[in-house]
């Protein structure tokens, strides 16, 4: 398995970004797939899931601001980022869990720093 993340950087308050993930060795839509973070001194928390149908779960810190979506054609998940703050800034992990398996899996991570 791999997850494939891009779209991190530098970013203003106030601005976005979109991260993308893209999978392989793996039956796409039969898994959930989504982001974790990790802030500087934090542990690793959950920023958003997607199920394979495309039902959405997220943390309350992102709510209305970061939208997840899949593109189970092309293997990829995105996280579009919106309203960024200084505390959004983290290395963003894309995540997979198998629907059946129930195995999981975790991407590289992308950088995203919020400063101005």
């Known amino acids: 398995v791999q997850l494939q993340a891009s779209g991190g950087g530098l970013v203003q308050p106030g601005g976005s970004l979109r991260l993308s993930c893209a999978a392989s060795g793996i039956i796409f839509s039969y898994n959930t797939m989504g982001w974790y973070r990790q802030g500087p001194g934090k542990q690793r928390e959950l920023v958003a899931t997607?199920?394979?149908?495309?039902?959405?779960n997220y943390a309350e810190s992102v709510k209305g601001r970061f939208t997840v979506s899949r593109d189970n054609a092309k293997n990829t998940v995105y996280l579009q980022l919106n309203s960024l703050k200084p505390e959004d800034t983290a290395v963003y992990y894309c995540y997979r869990r198998g629907i059946v398996s129930q195995s999981e899996n975790w991407g590289q991570g992308t950088q995203v720093t919020v400063s101005s």
């Open positions: 997607i199920s394979g149908g495309g039902s959405t």
